[in-house]
């Protein structure tokens, strides 16, 4: 059974910086795209950074030049690095990977982002 586990959420203050990581484990034979999605109270979760097993990206046009996604397929691993953190970046983090041509997700780890 595939899981994935997320880690590094935190509470930051507005301008700093918290870096995520989404480790896949079980049997796995192979993982394409990998992403970061994010849930604040009261919307609806929404994508945030993508990243393909050769390394091409897509963001959020509300986190570019502030979020870099990157992954160590060698760890079956994806990271999340957020740079410049504002309140509104607040939300539950979920990590995303189609792995073994299915669709799984993380169970969330939380972002606060104090004023």
């Known amino acids: 059974q595939v899981q994935l586990v997320e880690s590094g959420g935190g509470l930051v203050q507005a301008g700093g910086s918290l870096r995520l990581s989404c480790a896949a484990s079980g049997s796995i034979l192979g993982i394409g795209v990998m992403g970061w999605y994010r849930q604040a109270p009261g919307k609806q979760r929404e994508l945030v950074a993508t990243?393909?097993?050769?390394?091409?990206?897509y963001y959020a046009d509300s986190v570019k030049g502030r979020f870099a996604i990157s992954r160590d397929n060698a760890k079956n691993t994806v990271y999340l690095q957020m740079n410049s953190l504002k309140p509104e970046d607040t939300a539950v983090y979920y990590c995303?990977?189609?792995?073994?041509?299915?669709?799984?997700w993380g169970r969330g780890t939380q972002v606060t982002v104090s004023s």
């Open positions: 990243i393909t097993s050769g390394g091409g990206t």
């Open positions: 995303n990977a189609f792995i073994n041509r299915s669709n799984y």
